[in-house]
C-alpha cells in the first residue's frame, strides 16, 4: 500500500484530470487546478514545490498528510472460494464486495461472520468468457433471508445507483412477496385465467390473494415489506467538484510518527491517497445499526466509509473510530473473480 493511486479516468467531477497514459507531470498539475479551484484557491497545508527539478511548479499537500495517511493499518480481509471479498472493520463488523450464488456457505465453512452489509458490484453479472459468464454478482436473496430469520436483523445493500436499487427491488418483491397483480392494493386478482388450461375445474384454483397475504403476515401482527429484511445505502458524488467533507481523518502524526518514519523530500509532489479519494471519489457511509441519529448527524458514532473510485474498478475503505479518526484502510477491485 503506497497510498497512490494511479490512472483516474475522466468523470463529471476529475473532468480536468488526465488518465494514467499520460505524464505524471501533466496528471500532477491538472490534479493541483482541481484541488486549488475545490479549496477555495488557497489552504494554508498547500504550498509550491518544484517536481523532480523541473521548472513547473505545482500545488501539493502538506506532505504530513501522505505519512499519516500511510501508516494507518491495512483492515483484514478474506478472499470467498466462490467469488468477492470479506472485510473485517471495528465500526461494523464484516462487510463483504460481491454476492456470487450460495455465498453465506463460504463465510460458513471458513468460520467467519455472515456480514450484515454487502457491497453490490456496478456490473452485477460476470462477462467475463468462461464457465462463469452471465453468473449473479448480486445475489442478495439468502444472505438477506440468512440475516432476518436466522439473526433476526436486516440486511444492507450498497448500491452505486438510484436505478440499482430499484431494479433489485423489483426482483425481491416478486421472490419474496410474490407476483404484483395478487398484492397491489387496488383491484388485486384471485388468479390469473390464463395460467390454468381451459378445462381444469375453477372451484380448485388457489386463492393466490389470500394465500400471499396469509404468508406476507409476521407473527408480530406486521405484515412483511422489502424494508423488513432489506436496507439500502447509496454513494454521493463530490459536490460541485468540491471534496467531500466531514470525512474520517489520518490519526494525529505524534501517533504514527515511530512507526512510520519517512522525510517531506520523499513525499514532495505526491498527492495521497486520502486527497485523491476526497476529490474524486464517490462516497458511501454505512453506520453500525445500533447508531442514533444523533450520532449520525454529528459523526459521533464508528462508521465506515466506502469510496467508489471512477468508472467503479477500484474500492478505497476506511474504518472510522468513534472520534472521527481512520483506524483501518483497504483497497480493491471492482471486478469480482468467480470460481470456475
Known amino acids: ?18 488518465a494514467a497514459s499520460e505524464s505524471a507531470a501533466n496528471r500532477q498539475i491538472a490534479v493541483s487546478k482541481v484541488m486549488k479551484r475545490s479549496s477555495g484557491g488557497g489552504n494554508k497545508h498547500i504550498k509550491k514545490i518544484p517536481k523532480n527539478g523541473s521548472s513547473r511548479e505545482a500545488q501539493t499537500e502538506d506532505p504530513s498528510v501522505a505519512r499519516m495517511y500511510d501508516a494507518i493499518p491495512e ?49 452485477r453479472f460476470c462477462r467475463e468468457m468462461g464457465p ?16 432476518f430469520f436466522i439473526n433476526k436483523k436486516r440486511c444492507t445493500l450498497i448500491v452505486d445507483s438510484e436505478d440499482a436499487e430499484r431494479n ?23 388468479y390469473d385465467p390464463d ?3 381451459p378445462d381444469f375445474p375453477r372451484d380448485a384454483i388457489p386463492d393466490f390473494e389470500k394465500e400471499l397475504k396469509h404468508f406476507r403476515n409476521t407473527p408480530d ?14 454513494f454521493e458524488q463530490p459536490f460541485e467538484s468540491r471534496a467531500h467533507e466531514h470525512l474520517g481523518v489520518p490519526p494525529p502524526e505524534l501517533d504514527v510518527k515511530q512507526r512510520h518514519e519517512k522525510s517531506e523530500e520523499e513525499q514532495e509532489g505526491k498527492m495521497s491517497a486520502y486527497s485523491r479519494v476526497k476529490l474524486c471519489a464517490d462516497v458511501a457511509v454505512v453506520y453500525p445499526s445500533d447508531a442514533t441519529q444523533k450520532d449520525i448527524t454529528n459523526r459521533t458514532c464508528k462508521r465506515v466509509e466506502l469510496f467508489k473510485m471512477p468508472g467503479g474498478t477500484e474500492y478505497i475503505m476506511h474504518d472510522i473510530n468513534e472520534h472521527n479518526i481512520i483506524v483501518g484502510k483497504t483497497r480493491f477491485s471492482g471486478n469480482v473473480r468467480v470460481s470456475e
Open 221 to 234: 401482527g406486521n405484515e412483511l415489506v422489502i424494508e423488513t429484511l432489506l436496507n439500502f445505502c447509496h
Open 168 to 190: 433489485i427491488r423489483r426482483v425481491f418483491s416478486e421472490t419474496l412477496l410474490g407476483p404484483a397483480q395478487f398484492r397491489r392494493e387496488e383491484n388485486p386478482i384471485a
Open 132 to 147: 462463469a459468464l452471465g453468473v449473479n454478482l448480486a445475489e442478495f436473496e439468502f444472505p438477506a433471508y440468512f440475516t
Open 1 to 18: 500500500e503506497s497510498g497512490h493511486v494511479e490512472g483516474f479516468k475522466t468523470n463529471e467531477n476529475c473532468s480536468e484530470i488526465p
Open 75 to 123: 483492515l483484514e480481509d478474506t478472499k470467498l472460494p466462490r467469488g468477492g471479498i470479506s472485510i473485517e472493520t471495528e465500526a461494523i463488523g464484516r462487510i463483504q464486495f460481491g454476492i456470487p450464488p450460495e455465498t453465506i456457505k463460504d463465510s460458513m465453512r471458513m468460520g467467519i461472520d455472515v456480514p450484515l452489509y454487502y457491497i453490490v458490484p456496478v456490473e
Open 195 to 197: 395460467d390454468f388450461a
